[in-house]
Structures are given as C-alpha cells and as structure tokens.
C-alpha cells in the first residue's frame, strides 16, 4: 500500500526514492514539493533547526513497519498552535492548526502545512531554547496510527486527503482539503482540516477536545504545567504508580503477566493464539 512499507530493505527503500525522484519535473520555486520529489528529505527541517542548541530529533527518513504514525503536538511558539502530523514515507508530513481539530464537522479549521518533520519527532516533548527556530514549549496533545482512505499521495497532490485516525482522543475520520491560492505562495500551504461524518462525531461543547483534554497523553501535563517545571503526572504512566506492588510472594504463581492489548484488524486471523473482540 505504501512505498515505505512495502520496501523490504534499505535498498530497495532507496531504489524505490530514486524512482520516483526522477518523476518530479517541478520548479525549483516550488518550495512545498513534496518529500518523495525532494532531492534531500527533511533537509528543509534540518536547515531550519540548530541540533547542538535545541533538544528537538535530528531529520533523517525513518522507515517504520506495519501501521503508520499520527501525532498532534500543541506548541506555544509566538501563537499557540497544534502540529498535526502524519507519517508517510518516511517522514511526518506536518499542519499547524491555530484552534487545533474539532470532533464537529461543521467546524473547518485552518491547517497551515509546514515542513516535513522526522518520525522521531513524534516523541518530542518539552521546550525549545528562546532564539530557536520554534521556540517555546511543546508537549505531545495526542498520538496514534492513521490509515489513508485512497492513494495519500495522490491526495496530497490533489489537495484532499482523507483518512482514518486512531488516536488516545481523536478518532475516526477526517479529511485535510486544500485552500485554492489565491495570494502567492503563502495561500497554497492553507488546508482545512474537518471531521467526516461517523460515530466519533460530537458537536457544540463536547466536540471542543482540546479545551475538554488539554494535557499531554505522555506526562499529563499541560502546555503550562510544563513551562513551570511541574514534573510528569503519576497517573498517566502506570510504572509511576503509588499502589505499592504486591510482595513476590503474594504474586501469582502464573505471573508476573503482560497485558494483552487488543489489535485492530480487517480479517479475523487465521494463525497464531487469537481471541476475538468486537469493536
Ligand atoms: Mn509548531
């Protein structure tokens, strides 16, 4: 399905960028192709940033396995936004949204499309040096895996995308379509981002998920929490628990156990030790 994922190895990885490389016939002007066109991935991320300053990841195309990563990051820089990231291709294609998404779909919210940033930005929690690209604080709002509806590709090109996220706080559907420029360069990187129509759907109030949960899904805290220094919260990190853990003696003698988190599929597998739930 996608190009990365299908790759089988460094080399065909490669091979696979080289090929569609020699595709791109763009303007050099062009300043929003798109990373697989791109001659050097991430190297506008990677100009932009002063890594021995800045504790933010090194760019560099990630190839991930199975499904790929979706991560929201709400970022007090000179205006408060949300990153809105999507991992394809190795890289995290990237929106700033100044209100941040809603679960309504009569709401539209600008998403102004950035440089791709590397996957490994997808963990990045905390404060960008004052002088820095960027700079202020950063925590990671929500994360999860997204699966495109069609070819992302030819939505990106095409200027819609649609897709399904599975997120800690946003799922189901939403689509990113894109403004027609209509003002020079700066227009033709202004998406809106809408949610589709689907169970997940609430309006008014309740679809406002970023004023109903403002904290980190890592640490808990807030954007403000983290400026004051406040440490990650117990409660959003099981191991940080203040339940003192039972002795070895009253453990079970079938344990210590993992927990089974269940999986999202599409065919009930056929292989392999598997209980069935409904979602
Ligand atoms: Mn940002």
Redesign the pocket.
């Given at each position: 399905m996608r190009i990365a994922a299908a790759a089988g190895d460094a080399s065909t990885f490669g091979q696979v960028n080289t090929e569609v490389r020699s595709t791109f016939h763009g303007s050099p002007e062009d300043e929003m192709k798109r990373t697989w066109e791109e001659e050097k991935p991430l190297e506008r991320y990677n100009a932009m940033r002063r890594f021995g300053t800045t504790e933010e990841p090194r760019g560099e195309l990630q190839r991930t396995q199975g499904k790929t990563s979706y991560v929201i990051?709400k970022?007090s820089?000179t205006a408060l936004?949300y990153?809105f990231r999507l991992e394809l291709d190795g890289v995290l294609v990237s929106w700033?949204i100044p209100k941040g998404p809603s679960l309504s779909p009569k709401q539209r919210r600008l998403a102004v499309q950035?440089e791709d940033h590397t996957v490994d930005y997808r963990d990045f929690e905390g404060t960008i040096p004052e002088g820095e690209y960027?700079s202020g604080a950063v925590i990671v709002w929500d994360r999860g895996t997204w699966e495109p509806i069609g070819d992302p590709r030819d939505g990106l090109n095409k200027g819609k995308l649609e897709f399904v996220v599975q997120g800690e706080k946003l799922q189901g559907k939403f689509r990113l379509v894109k403004l027609a420029a209509k003002d020079g360069d700066r227009a033709k990187k202004n998406w809106l981002l809408m949610k589709g129509s689907d169970r997940y759907v609430r309006n008014g109030e309740d679809g406002e998920i970023v004023k109903r949960l403002p904290g980190s899904v890592i640490t808990g805290r807030t954007i403000e929490e983290l400026k004051s220094g406040t440490p990650a919260k117990v409660f959003a990190r099981k191991k940080a628990t203040t339940t003192p853990r039972p002795s070895a003696s009253k453990r079970s003698a079938l344990g210590p156990f993992e927990v089974n988190l269940a999986t999202l599929v599409e065919e009930v597998p056929t292989q392999g030790d598997w209980v069935n739930e409904l979602k």
């Open positions: 990051q970022h820089a936004h990153d700033a950035t960027g």
